[in-house]
């Protein structure tokens, strides 16, 4: 596997809608959060300062909850 073309999108809060795209290789990451050091920045208060992370490995894509407050939701189910 190569890179894996990934869309990230928010479905709630102030940054509700917007899309963010991805091409990631194996062993990259994609991490989520309030902290300006985050691939993807989320001015919203109920998201933790670094929320959760996507990641490329060789045997799929893995969304990864980094002990956030309020927890990570994909496609209805809590992580």
Request: aromatic residues 6%; negative net charge.
């Amino acid at each position: 596997m190569g890179a894996v073309r990934i869309d990230i999108t928010v479905v709630s809060g102030p940054s509700g809608g917007d899309v963010f795209h991805f091409d990631l290789p194996v062993g990259g990451s994609v991490r989520i959060g309030r902290e300006t050091g985050n691939d993807i920045v989320l001015a919203d208060l109920t998201v933790s300062r670094k929320h959760a992370q996507s990641d490329c490995r060789e045997d799929g894509l893995y969304l990864i909850d980094l002990w956030s407050t309020g927890g990570t939701t994909h496609r209805g189910f809590q992580l």
